[in-house]
């Protein structure tokens, strides 16, 4: 039930753009996106909810397409500190709880 | 605003001994979520809570426990510790579910020996 993310693993050098797939095999009523930097906690970047819309935050947006039962993160321009795990999650059944992937490691060299 | 903070930061058990992991939010979050996370398998979901006095199942419930007595507290029990339990536990919380972004709380080390 855990969506599922590609790619695994990117390396990215400083100003280089990058596309984070997330995909569910239900129904997505809303997806978060979350980063965590090695040895913290993950810190929210933002929520989509049904709607097909596109949020930003900087240089990062996304977007969530709910037919496709899919969303993309979208990095461009990457700076250093983008460097860490990216995770989406949703919501499994519709019981108000949250999953989410394996992660998508990040890493932008200088 | 201490957000969420979890007790104790790190701890090591060995094999068949319990213990309870503490979870506290000063947010007033009806939601509350315990996840472990091990190497590449990104947050797993353990147990789960969507109001005070009420607890549920998430992916990896086996072994584990939970009770949420009071809106602000969340535990998290392991009553005979197995070395498959060595991970890091993470608690988050959130105001409305999915509906809202998750806060989480700084995580536990936690070794089974």
């Known amino acids: 039930q855990q969506p599922v993310q590609s790619p695994q693993a990117v390396i990215l050098r400083e100003g280089e753009d990058a596309v984070i797939n997330c995909s569910s095999s239900?129904?997505?009523?809303?997806v978060h996106w979350y980063r965590q930097k090695h040895g913290e906690a993950p810190i929210f970047l933002m929520i989509l909810l049904k709607g097909g819309e596109q949020k930003g935050h900087d240089k990062i947006s996304a977007s969530f397409n709910e037919k496709k039962q899919q969303s993309s993160l979208y990095l461009t321009a990457s700076q250093l500190s983008y460097s860490g795990t990216y995770f989406c999650g949703t919501e499994w059944g519709s019981q108000g709880n949250l999953i989410f992937g394996k992660g998508t490691k990040l890493s932008v060299k200088p | 605003n201490a957000g969420v903070t979890q007790t104790p930061k790190f701890r090591v058990l060995k094999t068949g001994q319990s213990m309870t992991l503490l979870c506290a939010q000063d947010?007033?979050?009806?939601?509350m979520y315990w996840y472990r996370q091990d190497p590449g398998m990104g947050l797993r979901l353990i147990h789960y809570s969507v109001g005070e006095g009420t607890t549920a199942k998430g992916e990896v419930p086996d072994g584990y426990n939970v009770s949420r007595l009071k809106k602000q507290n969340f535990l998290l029990g392991l009553e005979s510790a197995a070395p498959s339990q060595t991970s890091v536990y993470f608690c988050?919380?959130?105001?409305?579910?999915?509906?809202?972004?998750?806060?989480f709380g700084q995580g536990t080390r936690l070794t089974v020996v």
């Open positions: 988050a919380s959130s105001y409305r579910g999915v509906k809202t972004e998750a806060f």
């Open positions: 947010m007033n979050h009806e939601y």
């Open positions: 239900k129904a997505l009523y809303s």
